[in-house]
């Protein structure tokens, strides 16, 4: 009946189209970007070789791997997803663990995030924020009889999130944690959690958060600097006056793909949490407002797969759907506001677009899930087991 | 067990709470959108401005120093291409064997070398500026990395010693510091232009915003200079120099017709090239710079008055016996009483008595008059800086003793610049033209001092002082006629007459039917026996003469017979 509802009138397409092509056309872009971003910086850095082409070569590689691993993914049905998500959640735990291990975890700018193989960092927080989602769709779903139950149901997936977050936060990667919590915490809401206890949670994590930047004087310091960047310009506020400036410079069209003069070697992180600012000063207000457009696209049609699957009585796959929808939106929001200087400044990258392998790859896999969801639902809409 | 009894899908997955989401998102999105719009649409200008004060630079294009040329064209200062040889310690990797080439390459001492690659702390350090390309090409060839090349310029002057005074130098940023390089400083160094660019964070240009001014290249300097004269005047003097053992020297030759400086040279003398060791006595532009008494050299101003005032002719009659004349408690001597002697006689034999006893027929303010349109006690403005404007009092403060000694040169001073001047007037019958350093297209403008027929009968007695009878027989030349006059006085010292210390000089010019050259030379403290203007100053004009006016082709004016000279023992010394 439901499947009868949906059912549209022209031969249903297997996948949806729109969001693959959003996805690769993001993906694309960021490849592009991330070239033109870290030119300069690849050929005046010394680990580099003073390659050019150093950082394109491997965000290549990091593309083609992910691009292998999603088409693996999405031949997982979601049967097997919820039941592996317990074990997943438990491996990300592990590996989150595993990189605080002096000798284990590579320290980098004075925060411990990777864990090194011999051809490529691992950035467990990446994956744990998928497995987050997967595990807290199925939580949900398990205890949606429950959920009312502030001691069978609530909290025990609180303290789970809690303990990730302090992982997290003993990095530090605050940006991680910050998402991870958003997520979980929409996918609870998703699922029908009390609305009472909701709002009074979201009040408990806001004066939480206010707390934490209390008590940690450097993430103070990025708040002062993001507050008003030219107060200290050389200093607190350096990063992100070269990031206005960028976006200043650009204007309605860019100067010109390859012409920015912030990316050499005056902004820092352009080719990973500052990408949006060269995509701004290069491709102007058109390239910014494409990304966010596309960026609202994969969000929306999230929600609208979530929503059909959900329709279809399959409710994990619809918050996984939805979870995976949150996920990209909050990271992209925080990452393009921290670039616009509509929010502090946090170590963010970019979904699917700026530099970094495990990122790319995370980003990737959930993408495959999400079709893999809407793929399902559709095939259920035809009739064919999923 | 409500929800598990009632598996209605929009009951446990509450649509509107998807809703709410989707909104927040696309409020968030719209917000996004919006600051976008803001930023580079609204507040560029300001943000723009803010990275152009970060990245954009304005540079100086430099500006070629003009050549320094003689009349002829000759080049005599250049500016050749150098390379200064520089590093950023922190990125030079080089091995023993290649911090031995490069050390011998640039003939630093390789520990000296080391020592400034090991100061990392800096981002740049000259390793050797001004260095010949050829030596810099063997540095690239090493190829080390992190030591660069940046392109110099380097003044060069082809001339060396010979011209060293006259042309001064520059300092190691080519601004002139000495002679002509100081005095055409502004048409020389041109007008650097400037740029402006973005510079990325290393400083390194990578866009070519827009051109503020051009460079404008200095513009060559034409000297009135000949080389060839310049020459010969400089190794004359050095001979004289050497062979009278003298303290220093300077000659000057004028062109008569112009006023234009032919020749200047002065001993002791350096090599602009190689400035290392410079002593203050090497530098002095003295034929410029330095006044000294010129001793009888003025006889012919004085003489010159006395006939122009109609006071004497030139065949008058001047009593200079017994060989001295008293004067208050002072008293003024002949070397060699003569008893009455012409008015021509007096210059012939340069006749401190008769001078005087001339100077003293005619009120003070009429004498300090033609000293003062000879141009003595004022500056000559030729340009050269540092000049001595030499000394000339007011005659209201004259004495009558001081009249007298000023008649032949002594309680004044003037350079020697100044007296090649002044002898123009005889040169071309009693006008003064002034001295230019730079070539010119046309004579320029005269100042009558003296009537024409005035200048003639001193030129006339000029050519006696030098033939036989007169003091200065070695200055004449075969085949030309010459006239001049010898001066040699006692030098000064601590506020008296150095008993045996002179100033040996000579001023004369040639050919007498037309002058065509003035020459003047000076000679200070000649210590080798000789020391009388016709002696040791004489031969000099004579010898530099000879060789200016065979250069320029002058047709002779006199019979192609060797020169007469007076028998060793009966030459006429001048009085002193």
Known sequence: MLGRVEAPRAPLAEYDQGLAWSAILLATLGLVMVYSASIAMAEGARHTGGSPTYFLARHALFLAVSLVAAMLAFQVPMRAWQRAAPWLFVAGVALLALVLVPGIGREVNGARRWISFYVANLQPSEFMKLAAVLYTADYTVRKSAVMDSLGRGLAPILAVILAVGWLLLAEPDFGAFVVISATAMAILFLGGMNGRWFAGLIGLAALGFVALVLASPYRVQRIFGFMDPWADAFGKGYQLSHALIAFGRGEWFGVGLGASVEKLLYLPEAHTDFLLAVIAEELGFAGVAAVIGLFGWIVFRAFVIGRQAALAGRHFAALVAQGIGTWLGVQGFINMGVNMGVLPTKGLTLPLMSFGGSGILANCVALAILLRVDWETRQLARGLPA | ?576
Do not use: C
């Not at chain 2, 200095?218 to 310049?230: E, P, T, Y």
């Not at chain 2, 002719?313 to 017994?322: N, V």
């Not at chain 2, 009249?403 to 009693?430: E, N, P």
């Not at chain 2, 026996?529 to 100053?537: F, L, N, Q």
């Open chain 2, 1 to 576: 067990m409500r929800l598990a009894a009632a598996p209605a899908a929009d009951v446990r997955l509450p649509a509107w709470r998807a809703r709410v989401l989707v909104a927040l998102f696309a409020a968030a999105l719209a917000v996004l959108l919006g600051r976008a719009a803001y930023l580079q649409g609204m507040k560029h200008e300001f943000l723009q401005a803010k990275g152009e004060s970060r990245y954009s630079r304005v540079i100086e294009i430099p500006a070629n120093r003009g050549r320094i040329l003689d009349r002829n064209g000759e080049a005599l200062a250049v500016s050749t291409p150098v390379k200064s040889i520089w590093a950023i310690p922190d990125e030079v990797r080089l091995d023993g064997a290649q911090a031995e080439a490069l050390a011998k390459l640039l003939g630093v001492p390789a520990r000296e070398l080391r020592k400034r690659l090991e100061d990392t702390e800096r981002d740049f350090v000259y390793l050797k500026r001004q260095v010949a390309p050829e030596v810099a090409d063997r540095v690239a060839e090493l190829r080390i990395p992190g030591v660069f090349q940046s392109r110099e310029y380097r003044r060069y002057y082809p001339g060396g010693e010979v011209m060293a005074h006259v042309l001064g130098f520059t300092g190691v940023d080519e601004v002139g510091q000495e002679g002509i390089e100081l005095a055409f400083q502004g048409e020389l160094a041109g007008r650097p232009g400037s740029r402006r660019v973005i510079k990325d964070r290393m400083g390194r240009i990578v866009e070519d915003v827009e051109s503020i001014r051009a460079a404008q290249e200095g513009r060559d300097v034409v000297l009135a200079l000949d080389s060839r004269i310049q020459h010969l005047a400089f190794q004359h003097l050095r001979d004289a120099v050497a062979q009278h053992r003298a303290r220093a020297g300077g000659i000057v030759v004028l062109d008569a017709a112009t006023g234009e400086l032919l020749a200047l040279a002065n001993l002791p003398t350096y090599n602009p090239n190689n400035r290392a060791q410079l002593a203050g006595a090497q530098l002095r532009n003295r034929a410029v710079t330095d006044a000294f008494e010129p001793g009888s050299t003025l006889k012919p101003f004085t003489v010159a008055l006395a006939l122009d005032t109609g006071r004497v002719r030139p065949d008058s009659t001047i009593q200079t016996a017994p060989g001295s004349l008293t004067i208050g408690p002072a008293t003024i001597r002949d070397a060699h009483p003569a008893g009455a002697l012409t008015v021509r006689q007096v210059i012939q034999k340069s006749s401190n008595v008769g001078s005087a006893k001339i100077a003293l027929g005619m009120p003070a303010e009429t004498m300090w008059a033609l000293f003062d349109d000879l141009g003595f006690g004022a500056p000559p403005r030729t340009g050269f800086p540092g000049e001595a404007s030499g000394k000339l009092r007011p005659a209201k403060t004259w004495r009558p003793v001081e009249q007298a000694t000023m008649s032949y040169g002594h309680g004044i001073s003037v350079s020697l610049v100044q007296l090649a001047r002044a002898y123009t007037v005889f040169a071309r019958d009693g006008e003064l033209v002034p001295v230019s350093l730079v070539r010119l297209a046309s004579p320029p403008p005269a100042r009558r001092v003296l009537s024409s027929g005035t200048a003639r009968e001193v030129r006339a007695m000029l050519e006696m002082a030098v033939q036989p009878g007169g003091t200065a027989p070695r200055a004449q030349i075969m085949g030309y006629r010459v006239a001049g006059k010898t001066g040699t006085a006692h030098k000064q010292e601590n506020g008296g007459y150095a008993p045996n210390k002179y100033i040996s000089s000579f001023v004369g010019f040639a050919p007498v039917s037309h002058p065509r050259l003035v020459i003047a030379v000076m000679l200070d403290e000649p210590s080798a026996g000789e020391y009388y203007g016709g002696a040791v100053a004489a031969p000099v004009f004579s010898q530099v003469m000879a060789g200016a006016l065979r250069l320029l082709g002058v047709p002779p004016d006199a019979p192609m017979t060797p020169i007469e000279l007076p028998a060793p023992g009966a030459e006429v010394k001048e009085s002193v």
